[in-house]
């Protein structure tokens, strides 16, 4: 599935952040475990993904959840581990500046890569998605562990989800 051919393809797309991840955005994530360092992805790999996440809702694999009934509006959709059967998802692990945001927060030698879980949810969907903490159903252990949150799509903050201190007492 994963050929040179493809990979190729990829080659020309930019491997490094739009900007620097900054001494305050890295503080943030070390003093509140979360921090939202804005506009460092290039737009050539948001319409790659913007592409990656249109094929896999409209041809979802048997292990997908779908949160939403059919009855209600909108649509709530997850999956994992999409890296394993979709290239261009590998390539966003591998080939985009995403590593070097894992990097940068975390300031370790070694990154080592888990999975991927892609969210898709509608505007005005139903489905509220919960508060969690996603540390107490991952097989793994010790520091720095990162997860990254990455948009695809233009959010308002009508429909964000506030994290920080704030999600934390809720």
Request: hydrophobic letters at 40%; glycine letters at 4%; proline letters at 8%.
């Amino acid at each position: 599935m994963f050929t040179k051919k493809f990979f190729s393809m990829y080659k020309n797309l930019p491997h490094r952040l739009i900007r620097d991840i900054t001494p305050e955005e890295i503080s943030a994530y070390e003093s509140d475990g979360a921090t939202a360092p804005r506009g460092v992805l290039p737009i050539k790999w948001i319409g790659i993904m913007r592409d990656a996440v249109e094929n896999i809702l409209n041809d979802p694999a048997a292990a997908c959840a779908e949160y939403t009934e059919e009855i209600i509006k909108g649509r709530y959709y997850g999956d994992f581990f999409i890296w394993w059967r979709n290239p261009a998802f590998k390539v966003f692990i591998e080939y985009s500046p995403m590593p070097e945001i894992a990097d940068r927060m975390m300031k370790s030698q070694i990154l080592k890569f888990f999975y991927d879980q892609p969210l898709v949810k509608d505007p005005n969907t139903a489905e509220v998605t919960p508060c969690h903490q996603d540390l107490s159903y991952w097989p793994m252990q010790g520091k720095p562990i990162i997860s990254i949150w990455t948009l695809f799509d233009s959010v308002t903050q009508e429909y964000s989800r506030q994290f920080g201190q704030e999600a934390v007492e809720a």
